[in-house]
């Protein structure tokens, strides 16, 4: 079974930065992918950032040049650097695991960009 636990969501200014780290506990096995995804009130989830067993990565339109998603595999961990932040990005942060054994989720980290 796999446990993931989200943490470095917060309250920051537009322009502003934050890193978010997800902890990943029990095994992970090759094939997987990694993925952020966010919700805003009233909206439906959105995949923010994706990342897969070999490195490859790939974003949404609307964080692409802003946002670099990235693994630590001896942690297990995988990152979520936001920079440029907008209030647009305000939203709970998920962290995602999908192996062949099953899917994952966290518990949610809240961002919010205001000034």
């Known amino acids: 079974q796999v446990q993931l636990v989200e943490s470095g969501g917060g309250l920051v200014q537009p322009g502003g930065s934050l890193r978010l780290s997800c902890a990943a506990s029990?095994?992970?096995?090759?094939?997987?992918?990694m993925d952020w995804y966010r919700q805003a009130p009233g909206k439906q989830r959105q995949l923010v950032a994706t990342?897969?067993?070999?490195?490859?990565?790939n974003y949404a339109d609307s964080v692409k040049g802003r946002f670099t998603i990235s693994t630590d595999n001896a942690k297990n961990t995988v990152y979520l650097q936001m920079n440029t932040l907008t209030p647009e990005d305000t939203a709970v942060y998920y962290c995602?695991?999908?192996?062949?054994?099953?899917?994952?989720w966290g518990q949610g980290t809240q961002v919010t960009v205001s000034s």
């Open positions: 029990g095994s992970i096995f090759s094939p997987y992918v």
């Open positions: 990342i897969t067993g070999g490195g490859s990565t």
């Open positions: 995602h695991v999908g192996t062949r054994a099953g899917a994952y």
